[in-house]
């Protein structure tokens, strides 16, 4: 390789130390607009701030919506495409619906309309016949698999905004808690509960700056084989799993998790994200996907960074009662997709505990409210 020294997320041009006390500033000026719900016969579920999803009652049920930017994974779609001709939008498509659906489900929210936000660097990316229709039928099968609506969307031709040649993904989506019941803020979540947690299908769509910057080092860049007839660049393209039809299963199952944490920016400190002081201390760590750890090691970072960073093999968490904590895992693989039990909450300081790896994550590790 080209360079050996330790390559980390911040190298990468993206610190969530600085993005995140923007974060937690928007999100004090949005609570002080949630009394204008009340004009309207409505009300917040404040439980909801800071969470993956908002939350309205509504009366009958509550309402739960998401929006949610895909981010860099395309930019490793279009330089794939240059090297081998083929197009990966299909991929990409549900890239981008993933990462709004698997932030509704969190809040035990069925997904039911999804709106499609596609900004180019200028008209003429829409000319490309293969590439584009790729992202419509991509689109479609994402929306297929998690049984919603496509109900429209805006795609602005931004010149002087997006680069040229280049296109900014996102995608909003609205849903229904109904019964009410099946609401998931934590506020169930305590001592005694288990922790499930959901294989992801690689790295889905988070980290992908430092992927790239990864991607400089190899010699063969995206074309670099990290296991015979898989490439770099097709690993990081492998579609963002869609955890919808495993949160659904669940309730028909007669299983209401008491919270759930989709794994995505920040890496296991996502694990942290309710604001109770809870000890979440993990037993079995699931094994990383091909991708995971070849960046893991080429970057040459240790467990501590990569796992504060990427999802290292597990794309979602579950916490239930420890009594629903096999039949979750069972759901989840009648699904398609492998599931272990994987840990407990306890009480105590607020902290993650890896214990295989000896990793321990703080309160202090994880700010997002």
Same mark, same amino acid.
């Given at each position: ?16 130390? *600085? ?15 949630? #009394? ?11 439980? #909801? ?27 490793? /779609? ?6 081998? $001709? ?65 109900? $429209? ?23 229904? =808690? ?18 499930? *947690? ?16 990864? /991607? ?9 084989? =990290? ?22 299963? *669940? ?43 070849? =960046? ?57 505990? =890896? ?15």
């Amino acid at each position: 390789m080209s360079s050996t020294a330790p390559l980390t997320y911040d190298q990468a041009g993206v610190n969530y130390d *600085l993005i995140d006390p923007l974060k937690v500033t928007a999100q004090r000026a949005a609570a002080a607009t949630a #009394s204008h719900l009340a004009s309207h016969g409505f009300s917040e579920v404040q439980a #909801s701030r800071g969470e993956s999803a908002y939350v309205v009652d509504v009366g009958p049920f509550y309402v739960a919506s998401i929006v949610e930017c895909l981010g860099t994974k395309t930019l490793v /779609a279009d330089e794939m495409a240059k090297l081998t $001709g083929k197009s990966y939008f299909a991929g990409i498509a549900q890239d981008t619906i993933a990462m709004a659906v698997n932030d509704l489900i969190t809040v035990g929210a069925t997904p039911l309309v999804v709106q499609a936000y596609w900004a180019a660097g200028g008209s003429d990316w829409f000319g490309d016949a293969q590439r584009a229709q790729a992202l419509v039928a991509g689109w479609k099968a994402a929306c297929d698999t998690c049984q919603v609506a496509w109900g $429209g969307g805006e795609t602005p031709a931004l010149a002087g905004i997006v680069e040229d040649g280049r296109i900014d993904l996102a995608a909003s989506c609205t849903g229904l =808690i109904n019964p009410k019941e099946r609401l998931s803020v934590g506020d169930k979540l305590g001592p005694g509960d288990a922790i499930v *947690l959901l294989a992801s299908s690689g790295i889905h769509a988070n980290g992908l700056s430092l992927a790239r910057k990864l /991607a400089e080092r190899l010699p063969q860049g995206y074309l670099t084989e =990290i296991e015979p007839g898989l490439t770099y660049g097709e690993a990081l393209l492998a579609p963002t799993a869609l955890y919808s039809p495993v949160t659904e299963a *669940l309730w028909k199952a007669g299983i209401a998790p008491h919270y759930c944490a989709n794994i995505t920016g920040h890496g296991w400190r996502k694990l942290l994200r309710h604001p109770s002081a809870l000890t979440y201390r993990i037993h079995t760590v699931p094994p990383k996907t091909a991708v995971l750890d070849f =960046i893991q090691k080429q970057a040459g970072q240790d467990d501590r960074e990569a796992y504060s960073t990427l999802n290292m093999g597990a794309g979602f968490a579950i916490f239930v009662k420890a009594a629903a904590a096999e039949r979750t895992a069972q759901v989840a693989r009648d699904c398609g997709i492998a599931a272990w039990v994987a840990g407990t909450v306890e009480a105590g300081e607020k902290q993650l505990l =890896i214990e295989p790896l000896g990793i321990r994550f703080s309160e202090n590790d994880l700010h997002l409210r």
